[in-house]
């Protein structure tokens, strides 16, 4: 089974991006592995910190490079999307040489309580997940105004269309990552 490593864009205890995430990965059980990536420890992107490189720094490249796909679960803030998923991004590239999304299938997905459900920030993470060669799927976008009522109190997917679009949209990123994923190697296969 594939493994995606998530990164939710959001640091909040009660976050509703993490619990769409959480939902999602619900819908995927049985044929991809959800991976939540911990942002809330990874100190600002600063390049002094190489000298004395962070646990929280490896393990986020770690995370990300040993996926066989990403998922950017993102909130929208002013527009944009927020600076814990760009700093994320930053680290997740450096130093020059060594970026841990290079060529990785990416999905990019995310609510908000919003009527245009993020759809801005959506599209000024599309620009930077391009230039840091994320092969990111295009279709089905996946933004949407957060109500409360299209979750069940255990946190699945309560309304029906919501849940169907949603199980489109696993099966679309299952097929996105089975087409773009680069072959391994058998040494690199055995390391994952």
Do not use: C
């Not at 600063?46 to 490896?58: K, W």
């Not at 309580?113 to 279709?139: E, F, I, R, W």
């Amino acid at each position: 089974m594939k493994q995606v490593a998530v990164l939710v864009g959001s640091l909040r205890k009660d976050s509703i991006n993490r619990k769409f995430a959480e939902a999602l990965g619900k819908l995927a059980a049985g044929r991809l592995e959800f991976r939540f990536v911990e942002l809330g420890d990874v100190p600002m992107y600063n390049d002094d910190l190489f000298e004395n490189l962070p646990a929280s720094i490896t393990r986020l490249k770690n995370d990300i490079a040993s996926a066989d796909a990403v998922l950017f679960v993102s909130p929208e803030y002013n527009r944009s999307f927020p600076a814990v998923l760009k700093n994320a991004i930053d680290w997740g590239t450096r130093p020059y040489g060594q970026n841990s999304f290079a060529a990785k299938p990416g999905g990019l997905v995310g609510t908000s309580p919003g009527a245009a459900g993020g759809a801005a920030g959506q599209n000024h993470l599309k620009s930077v997940l391009n230039v840091v060669d994320v092969v990111l799927m295009g279709q089905p976008e996946v933004y949407f105004q957060y109500k409360p009522e299209l979750f069940a109190e255990d946190g699945s997917v309560k309304d029906e269309a919501t849940k169907a679009f949603l199980e489109a949209y696993i099966s679309r990123f299952v097929q996105w990552i089975e087409r773009t994923s680069e072959p391994k190697t058998s040494a690199q296969a055995d390391a994952a």
